[in-house]
């Protein structure tokens, strides 16, 4: 999973954020958003398409995890 995704993906869990609700919301599958976020095992990144009508989601800007990404590990 990439960093961007990664904090997108703390940020979620942290707001306690519906994936479900998201997916109807954006428009993105379930399977893809819970691949990349939720299911630390899989390691998928989000696609540009996906990170953007998350942030649009989140009303937030995508360069607010650009900037300075947390690194872990």
Partial sequence: MGI???EIAGHIK???INV???AR???VSYQALYA???DE???RSLRDDELIAVCKFL???PMEFANEP???G
């Fill in 36 to 38: 990349s976020l939720c």
């Fill in 25 to 27: 919301d954006t428009g």
């Fill in 20 to 22: 479900s609700k998201m």
């Fill in 14 to 16: 942290e707001k306690g």
């Fill in 41 to 43: 095992d899989r390691k």
């Fill in 4 to 6: 961007i995704t990664s």
């Fill in 70 to 72: 947390k690194r872990t």
């Fill in 59 to 61: 009303d937030i800007n």
